[in-house]
């Protein structure tokens, strides 16, 4: 090995062990608020985030930022609140505490939809059935399966067990928000489309990237297709279909309802 | 021999250099007549009309195909979302980098030939607003800026050398500066940002050799002043009212018209009854004195954030025979209005997207509010357009020669909710919003380019675009308009009918005044994305 290449293989290494920690970090909120905590961290919200984030969180002229700490980690939230984003968004270091921004994180992680249901059926049967019914051939558990579909290491974190019912029985039904305009509305997550190309020639898959002159989806094998949106027939949004199967006639409720305690216990790296 | 080679290029280069880099000198009068050189970009919006309309036409339908990036210039610091629009003069491109860089870019390479940066205190107060920056001003021999803590600047335009440094007003209160100043005969006129800290808006006139202060427009009127009647007691010195962004000035009726922003707080009225004079409006200023010849409220007592800072696109056109000097605006509240720039006498208006918040307009062109439309308490009220209106503060363009009016158009509406709107003395503590909104979930929402007939509104095409863009336009004499998508396309339409013509991606929506200029003979298109300024020529 020469002295630069294990140079380069120090410093990966010290790079990829900064992001392990930091990843690790991600997974847990820093604070453990009080409801004295979340109803500050509300009030820190309106006064100063909610004109350009959204009085719910959900958007305005900045992004969708519901239960953004949960996705990119409370630490990076706690760090842009601080330092702002250059060009973007101001910073708030001097004007509230750290303490304070550990309140506005804690509030948001509470605005994340409102899931009132209750797991009833047994994760470890439900284990079972997730292998048996070949759900692993679309999805990734922690390193294992297909690719095609959303991974669900960390399922039970992001949804609720009511939303991972609907969504086994009513694939399409009820799309998460993917982003935010800058006003409001914005991108549905998996979106199903159907293209036809001038020549004819029909897809039909999940969107992975749109934008004014161009689409890209993914067939349900897992194959990327790139279209130019003057070239096609006919590109048709179908919000309620799916490329994933329903599993409403495949499998009991008791069966489901398994299959939703297990999804519901998958939170992450053990 | 090699020596030799690199001699004759130097001296090649020696020579070249005199021409090129011309003595940078922008007299007034070069920017009265901006228009006919079209190689330099002397103004914000390319004249004091604010057209955004550029007479090259060497690129056009018959070779846009072939358009490509010349050069990217990168930022020291990365930026989210650049606003930064060039002055080019003699060769120089003058741009700023958020939050307060000035630099000098030689425009045939976008290598850097000078920066200057402001020294900003540790914490620079920027509510309701990021500390962007939109651009400079060139007079004369000197660069001018404005900066996140509200200073006024003149700078060397050879090396960034700062000539003088005024303090405009106190950023601790919630002033900052984001748009660029406009510099016309010996003056430079310098608006405010801040509404959301409920700090009084004002415009400036300065001196453009010493700095000095030759007066001063505040926006909302004392007691005792007219207009005064249109607030409830004491609420005009925290109104709001801000000139945020740039402006137009008429030479021949020498009135400068800035548009002005909403009154605070935004969405809860409780203490400020009436109309709330002058916020929502486009004023014109005597521009020798700073006195206010007309004013025209776009949406009087306004509640959405519906600020009026888009720069006001003046135009001459007949109508029903006559010629008239026009005013276009496509306001943030929906409506594309045509005024009387003489004396602000209204003409007509068309709304230009959805909107639900008026009925229509009266014979002077006030709305007549649509019930049940206000900000309310709990779930919120459902209105169009959504708080940043039908378009925001970027700049839309309009041809001479197509007579078309072009303004990249959002559809979208969304929940407006009134909260505790109480005003504190002293340094704001946050935004001063008193309430806010909730964003429509789905895709509900989309864009467009629209082509508007300049004195009717009545819409000519469209070019739809996925999701609603804040991209300024530009048309060219070559029949085309640019402009750009909020997920990064960079592309050109036909001016007559809204046809694609060319598309690049640039990874980022572009926010900057997309511009035109020429050198050694060869047009460049310029526009700015995410974090980098790109020049784009013909090989």
Known sequence: ?270 | MKTIRRAAALAALLLATPAYFAAQNVPYDRILHARSEPKNWLTYGGSYTSQQYSPLKQINASNIAQLKVAWIYQPRQPVANLESSPIVADGVMYITEPPSTVTALDVRTGLKLWSWSATLPEHVVSIGLYATSRGVAVLGDTVYVGTADAHLVALDAKNGAVRWNVHVADNAMGYAMTGPPLALKDKIIMGVGGSEAAVRGFLDAYDAKTGKRLWRFWTTPRPGEPGAETWGPGAYESAGATTWNNGSYDPDLNLVYWGTGNPAPDFNDDERPGDNLYTCSVVALDADTGKLKWYFQFSPHENHDWDSDEPAVLFNATIAGKPRKLMGFANRNGFYYVLDRTNGKFITAQPFVKQTWAKGLDANGRPIPAPNQEPTLGAGTLVYPSITGGVDWTSPSYSPDTGLFYVSAHETGAYFIKGTGKIEPGPPKGIVGGGGIRALVGEQSYGAIRALEGTTGKRVWEFKLLSPAWVPVLSTAGGLVFSGSDEGNFFALDAATGKPLWEFFMGHSARSNPISYEVDGKQYIFITAGNVYLAFTLP
């Open chain 1, 1 to 270: 090995m020469t002295a630069p290449t294990r140079i380069l293989v120090a410093a990966l290494a010290l790079l990829l062990g900064g992001f392990a920690a930091r990843a690790a970090a991600q997974d847990v909120p820093t604070a453990n608020p009080t409801p004295a905590d979340v109803e500050a961290g509300k009030q820190i919200f309106e006064q100063r985030c909610s004109v350009c984030h959204g009085l719910d969180g959900g958007g305005a002229m900045g992004p969708n930022i519901q239960g953004i700490p949960m996705r990119i980690g409370a630490p990076i939230v706690a760090n842009t609140i601080k330092n702002g984003v250059t060009g973007s968004m101001p910073a708030f270091a001097g004007q509230i505490t750290d303490a304070q921004i550990q309140q506005v994180i804690a509030y948001l992680l509470t605005l994340t939809r409102k899931d009132t249901a209750t797991v009833t059926g047994d994760p470890a049967k439900g284990k079972l059935v997730y292998d048996s019914a070949g759900c692993a051939s679309c999805h990734i558990v922690a390193g294992e399966g297909g690719d095609s579909g959303p991974e669900l290491t960390k399922v039970g974190q992001l949804r609720g067990p009511g939303y991972l019912k609907t969504t086994l029985l009513y694939p399409g039904s009820d799309l998460p928000q993917q982003r935010s305009f800058l006003e409001s509305g914005g991108m549905l997550d998996y979106m199903h489309i159907h293209v036809v190309t001038r020549f004819g020639q029909a897809f039909d898959g999940t969107r992975v990237a749109e934008d004014s002159f161009h689409i890209v989806i993914q067939d349900v094998n897992g194959n990327f297709h790139s279209f130019r949106k003057l070239d096609l027939k006919e590109l048709a949004k179908q919000p309620g279909k799916s490329v994933m199967p329903s599993f409403k006639d495949k499998l009991s409720a008791a069966q489901i309802d398994d299959l939703v305690a297990y999804l519901a216990s998958l939170k992450g790296a053990q």
